[in-house]
């Protein structure tokens, strides 16, 4: 069975912390994506991974980072939390062949920054 | 112009009626296109997906492109109270990325 999990479905932090959000899929996946979801504007895409140690920018990348040593494991960073990325995060992971490039969502993970 | 725009809802519908979620996309060059159901305090799980023009059926479930038009459709007959959700329209661009709307809320009354 397909399985996307995130380290912490809920994570408080305080203004200018570090943060670190992981990623982890069992599917053998080469694609994987951080999404952040807030009401009213859907799922942005932050970053992707197409390949170990490859990424690309997203639409809304600023604030963030990523890192992605092996292939089932990808992370997200906040250098320095700031109040406008309370948010939901979700990871996402997709098989890269023909066009179906279907998705499978980890549970994400809801940040609040005070 | 939004590059995959969807009516936010919500949708309200009684238990038995079909269903209509509609999406329209601004790239011509898209390749695939997916419905997502999200529950709420859930992440979206994949309904169905198309990437040729006309219908597809999946159960109670249709989902209906028309690239002339860039327009794509989902159906949902016999509706029913555990179908009530935020639907995601996704479309896969003629780049490498896929693009997802904002949703919209659907709501059966039973």
């Known amino acids: 069975d397909v399985k996307v999990t995130q380290s912490s479905r809920y994570l408080v932090k305080r203004t200018g912390e570090k943060v670190f959000l992981e990623c982890v899929q069992d599917?053998?996946?080469?694609?994987m994506f951080w999404y952040r979801q807030d009401p009213g504007l859907g799922l942005r895409l932050i970053y992707f991974?197409?390949?170990?140690?490859?990424?690309e920018k997203g639409d809304i990348p600023e604030g963030y980072s990523v890192s992605r040593e092996k292939k089932e494991r990808f992370s997200l960073i906040l250098e320095s939390a700031s109040t406008n990325q309370t948010s939901m995060y979700l990871c996402?992971?997709?098989?890269?062949?023909?066009?179906?490039?279907?998705?499978?969502f980890g549970p994400g993970t809801r940040l609040t920054v005070l | 112009q939004k590059e995959v725009e969807q009516n936010s809802g919500p949708l309200s519908v009684p238990e038995g009626a079909i269903a209509s979620l509609n999406c329209t996309y601004s790239?011509?060059?898209?390749?695939?296109f997916f419905w997502y159901r999200q529950y709420s305090g859930k992440s979206p799980e994949l309904i169905m997906f198309?990437?040729?023009?006309g219908d597809k059926e999946d159960g109670r479930f249709t989902a209906q492109l028309n690239k002339a038009s860039q327009y794509v459709s989902l159906l949902i007959r016999d509706s029913q109270p555990s179908d009530s959700a935020t639907y995601l329209c996704?479309?896969?661009?003629?780049?490498?990325?896929?693009?997802f709307g904002a949703g919209t809320r659907l709501f059966v009354k039973a």
């Open positions: 599917m053998d996946h080469e694609n």
């Open positions: 996704a479309v896969r661009t003629g780049g490498f990325k896929t693009i």
């Open positions: 996402a992971s997709s098989y890269s062949g023909a066009s179906t490039d279907t998705q499978y």
């Open positions: 198309i990437y040729s023009n």
């Open positions: 790239d011509r060059g898209s390749q695939s």
């Open positions: 991974s197409y390949d170990v140690k490859m990424k």
